[in-house]
Each structure stands twice: as C-alpha cells, then as structure tokens.
C-alpha cells in the first residue's frame, strides 16, 4: 500500500456497532443475541446489508455460516479469510465478536476506497453460534466447518426445550443438507481474527494491539464419586466412605498437577462441586466435580489429565470410594501462523501502533479454522479486561487501530 492513512471512517464503524447491539432480545444497552432467535435473524439481515452495500457477495451454509466476498483480480485462488460472530450469550455487551465482524468488513471497504485491488477475493466470515448458549456447545458454525462436529452428531443435537438443531435451523431458513458444511482444507488461503481481547492485560500495560500466537483450548472432565452416606453422628470416623472428602483430595491433585507443569500456560479449574444430599447433618454419598484444564501445549494438557484420572485411582481404591470419569470434550489448541503473525507485525510497525506476543486464554472460532487454515488472531484491548457484560467496551481509538492493522494485513496477505 502506498498510502500511510487509510481512509478508515471510525464514526460509521462505531454506530454500526451500536446499531447491531440495539438488535437484542433484551432491554439496550443489554445484548442478548441466541443462535436462530428472531435478534439473532434480524442482527444477520442487518449485517448483509452492509455487505451488499459494500458490494460484497453474500452466501451462506446450510447451519448459517455466511460469507461476504470481495472478489480478487485472480478468483480461483483461495481467499483470505476474516471475521468472527455476532451471536451472543444473555446479558452481553457490544464488542464480543461483532468487533471481529464489523471491524473485517470497515476494513475491506477502507481498502476499496484507497482503490486497492485485491489479487486473491477476500472474505468476510461470520460464524454461527460461537457461544454455546443455545446447544451447549461452543463455536457450532467453525466447529462444523472443520468436521470437528460431524453432521451426524450436529443432528443429535437440541435446545434447552428439547427442539432439534436441525428444526431450528431450517425454521430459521438454512437448508440443504449438513453434510455440505465441512470445508476441505485450502478452501482458505490465509484467515484473521480481531477480537477484544477479553482479558487485562494491553489496556493495563497501554499497549495498541495483541498479535495471538496460541490458542489455548480448554478439555473437561466430570468426575463423579460414589461413596456411602449415612448419619453425621452416627456413623463413626473408622470405616467412614465420605464422597466429599475423596473429592477434596482430587481437586487438590488437579491444582498440584497443573503447577507441576512449571508452565505458566497450564491451568486447572475445579468449577463445580455438587454434594449429594447436600444436609449439614449427613455424610455426603456422591459428588459430582467438573474440571477445566488449559494450555496451549494439548500433550502437556492431557499429561495433566491423565494425573488427575492417576489420582482418582489411588483415592478410590485407598478410600473405597468408587470414582468414575468421562472426558466431556478436548478440543486440541491452536498455533497461529507465522507468516501471518510477521504480516500483522510489519502492518503494525507501518502504522505506528505498539504490540505485543500473547495467547488467547479465551477460544474463538480461530480454533477451529486453524485445523483447516492457517490462522492468526489480533487483539484490542477492552476495558478492566470485562466481557461478557453489558459494560464490557472498547474504545474507539483502541478498535481504530486493530482495523487499520487488519485492513493493511489483508491487503499484503491478498496481493
Ligand atoms: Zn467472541
């Protein structure tokens, strides 16, 4: 690019981004945006709109997956890909994916207005359902695109009140069948994902951009322990096959394992702790515990799983308590891309703002876009690190700067 100030028009970006949040099915400033609710449909058509105005063209999957496509000088080469979501979870805020949505598509039309064009098309994606809200399972659209969730167990699938996806979703008018969701790997050249950082640490260290090296990926795993109730003062201490206390054990044992990795990038979380009957005066006979383990390393994650399954052996056969576990998902984590990370660092430079290497810590639908695209994410700071709640925000100049570095980004990438 010749030009060292893209004609990027904050204004317009910024109250497209608070029309977008007045779709909600809550009272404004409060956005709730459900997967396949009449926000969610409305929020899509708005979005649309702006992308036929910009001249894109605009298609979508048979789960709602759409995207906008800026057409390159050589269309059959592969596109370079961004975007993010706009559904959100109850009681959210504005910025949470919609930055990642709106923020690609006021990038693109800066660089039609620079008189850019394009060699590979550039597309614009929005992912369907990255929240698990509604189905219980988080990044539905990217999840599917990658064949991580086959068609099969999409249909499995239903809402709170018991309605299939597959209902759902054709009610909310996707068809064709699922089966042609799954893209094949080098459908996208290159893909970038801005986003709100989601945590403290640019707009404390008064940093511009975070350029996303890793993505780390949550696993979970239920544990559930069976041991023998009875009378707080009747059953004596010898003997005793107290689910709780076998509990406190493995959560500790998690907590060891996840420090003993020495990596700052491993973390263990033990959620949930459900205690059966749960009556100050009766020994607890079953609990059911729920952990979270992290890391952007997936072997090092599951050496730390496989400690806690070690642990749940030795407490049960010394205690007598019977302990099953069940892998609810592992999902594995993300490298970004290298000759991705060097564009967004080289645009950054170009456009004088300040950067640093980080993880997300928070998954994205760039998780799932990396097992079928190199991929690479940029961060902007958000306030107190808060996000999802009404009072998450970003500035205008913190949003300014990710899409003038995305816009530059993508048009080295699509050159
Ligand atoms: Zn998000």
């Not at 030009?3 to 949040?21: M, N, Q, S, V």
């Not at 396949?36 to 298609?59: I, T």
């Not at 504005?94 to 039609?112: K, P, S, T």
């Not at 799983?305 to 984590?333: F, H, Y």
Request: negative net charge.
């Amino acid at each position: 690019m010749t030009t060292t100030r893209p004609a990027l028009t904050i204004d317009r970006l910024i109250d497209e981004l608070k029309t977008l949040a007045a779709i909600s099915e809550a009272e404004p400033p409060v956005v709730t945006r459900v997967v396949y609710s009449k926000a969610d449909l409305r929020a899509r058509a708005y979005v649309k709109g702006l992308c036929d105005a910009a001249g894109l063209s605009v298609c979508e999957d048979a789960i709602g997956n759409t995207f906008a496509r800026w057409q390159g000088s050589e269309p059959d080469l592969a596109p370079i890909g961004t975007g993010s979501h706009i559904d959100a979870i109850p009681n959210a805020g504005l910025y949470d994916g919609c930055v990642g949505v709106l923020g690609g598509l006021e990038a693109i039309r800066v660089l039609q207005q620079l008189g850019y064009k394009p060699r590979r098309s550039i597309a614009l994606v929005i992912f369907t359902a990255e929240e698990p809200t509604r189905f219980g399972i988080g990044c539905l659209g990217s999840r599917m695109m990658a064949n991580v969730l086959t068609p099969e167990q999409a249909r499995s699938l239903r809402d709170k009140e018991g309605r299939e996806l597959e209902e759902l979703r054709v009610a909310a008018g996707f068809k064709g069948p699922l089966e042609s969701v799954a893209l094949p790997e080098g459908r996208f050249h290159q893909f970038i994902e801005l986003h709100i950082e989601q945590g403290p640490l640019l707009e404390q260290e008064g940093i511009d951009l975070g350029l996303v090296t890793h993505i780390a990926a949550p696993a979970s795993m239920r544990i559930i322990l069976e041991g023998e109730g009875g009378h707080a003062g009747g059953r004596l201490m010898p003997g005793r096959k107290d689910a709780l206390t076998a509990a406190a054990e493995l959560i500790l044992a998690l907590e060891k394992a996840a420090r003993s990795t020495g990596a700052i990038d491993t973390v263990g979380t033990v959620g949930v702790c459900d205690v059966f009957p749960g009556a100050v005066n009766s020994i607890p006979s079953r609990v059911r515990l729920e952990t979270d383990v992290r890391d952007i390393d997936g072997a090092r994650r599951d050496r730390v799983l496989d400690s806690l399954r070690a642990a749940c052996d030795e407490v049960a056969s010394r205690r007598g308590v019977a302990i099953t576990t069940e892998l609810v998902n592992a999902d594995p984590p993300a490298t970004c891309d290298r000759a991705i990370l060097e564009a967004l660092e080289k645009s950054a430079v170009a456009a004088d703002k300040t950067f640093k290497k980080m993880v997300s810590r928070a998954y994205h639908d760039s998780l799932f876009m990396a097992r079928i695209a190199p991929v690479a994410m940029l961060f902007v700071p958000c306030r107190g690190g808060v996000s999802h709640r009404p009072d998450e925000y970003a500035s205008p100049e913190w949003i300014c700067a990710g899409v003038h570095v995305l816009s530059r980004t993508l048009a080295e990438l699509a050159s």
